[in-house]
């Protein structure tokens, strides 16, 4: 790792992002700004030490671009909010600035939401999440069930 770069320092990786008010029943959204990378599928991040998603698909980028991905309310809370951004691989190297979690027009109504799909070669990328009241909890593929945890 390149020590003077201004991202060797994990500590400056943590988002602190307070809601004064929150509702399991609404759509939260996360917005950041990003250099280094241009979309919500380069990056890796944890939500209060959700499981890490994300970095699979890198997609360079130089300068700033703003990133909004929705996010599964079940993983946030009221107060403090700790949003972790991390590489994948070593030499992974971006910059995340202005990080927030806005509220939106309720559409939850949909037992789940894909925020991304990626087609690449032989490998599907998809990235979303269930409602956490829809029942859902496996996926099959290809005949293959997976539980959802």
Sequence with gaps: MDFNRRDANASDNIFDVKL??????????????IDGYSNVNSVTRSINGSYAMGGYIKSKNSGWTEVCESIDPSILKKGDNKILFNAFNKGDYYTIKNVQIKEKQNDLSSPYKIISKIYNDKIIYIRGFVNSRSGIQSLDIQGETIDLQ
Excluded: N, V
């Design 20 to 33: 004064a008010a929150f509702d399991p029943d609404k759509s939260y959204i996360l917005t950041y700004e």
